[in-house]
């Protein structure tokens, strides 16, 4: 540069070597039709995280195959991120894994898994549109389908959150149903609520 000769800097470039690859704490359920992004970390062996690693040829694998993947840049505290879908309500094991070879020749392979489900959109049954009126002192039942379903790894802590905006208004009783989530609303007084 002789125009500018005061203007210069240096940069410290440091080749390291993996030594762990994880799927970081995220959340594992998305709605089809939508993507599920999961963090990916690749550390070295100081302890601590590269920056970005999207580039590096990882491989992801599937234990459904309605499920893709993709390993896409970061926007999260993380150097990569793998994009999951799916085409269908289900779960599905996704290992991402990336082999290299050391100085000896070694072969490394490092690799994390991580189970995924996907459910299908929570939309309203009976009324289909959503929306009813009932007379004080009534009672309809009301469903809706779809939603997460229960986690494939613990199903016994499956529950199912109802909220009820003004409790003055409807009283909601669970009714037991094979595949619908079915509630008995009660009207105790004349107003607009929503459940």
């Not at 959150?161 to 008995?184: A, E, R």
């Amino acid at each position: 540069m002789t125009r500018a000769s005061h203007c210069q800097a240096s940069a410290e470039i440091q080749v390291l070597a993996a030594v762990k690859l994880a799927l970081l704490e995220s959340e594992q359920e998305f709605e089809v039709g939508t993507t599920l992004a999961l963090p990916l970390d690749l550390q070295f062996s100081a302890g601590t995280s590269f920056t970005s690693c999207a580039s590096v040829p990882f491989t992801s694998f599937h234990s459904d195959s309605a499920f893709t993947s993709s390993i896409i840049p970061s926007t999260q505290a993380s150097c990569a991120e793998v994009e999951v879908d799916s085409s269908l309500v289900s779960h599905s094991k996704v290992t991402v894994s990336w082999s290299y070879p050391t100085e000896t020749g070694e072969k490394v392979t490092l690799e994390d898994s991580v189970v995924v489900a996907s459910y299908s959109p929570l939309v309203p049954t009976s009324p289909v549109t959503g929306e009813t009126v009932l007379a004080i002192d009534s009672d309809r039942l009301v469903a809706w389908t779809g939603g997460p379903q229960a986690w494939p790894l613990k199903p016994a802590n499956y529950f199912k959150d109802l909220q009820i905006g003004d409790q003055t208004l409807v009283t909601v009783t669970p009714v037991s149903h094979n595949s619908l989530h079915v509630y008995k609303v009660t009207c105790l007084a004349i107003g607009d609520t929503k459940i």
